[in-house]
């Protein structure tokens, strides 16, 4: 079964999303605590993977124009997950 096609930036915002959630709402034990760390780990090596290498930002597309809140959301998500 293949995945749906989802556009970059429903892919960008939810893994920022997920990183802005308090702990405490992502874990409720030990267990689901670790699951919380790994998919946080998991969507910040995606978010790396998707930096653009020229500008160091995220959801800039060739032709214009570049979207600099997208930019802030991602790093205040790699932020938070601290």
Request: charged share 15%.
């Amino acid at each position: 079964m293949t995945s749906p096609k989802v556009h970059p930036l429903v892919r960008v915002f939810l893994s920022c999303s997920l990183l802005l959630l308090p702990a405490s709402v992502r874990a409720t034990d030990d267990i689901h605590a670790q699951r919380a760390r790994e998919m946080s780990r998991s969507a910040i090596n995606w978010l790396r993977a998707q930096q653009d290498s020229a500008t160091g930002g995220w959801a800039v597309p060739p032709q214009g124009p570049n979207f600099p809140a997208v930019t802030g959301l991602v790093i205040s998500g790699m932020l938070e997950d601290r």
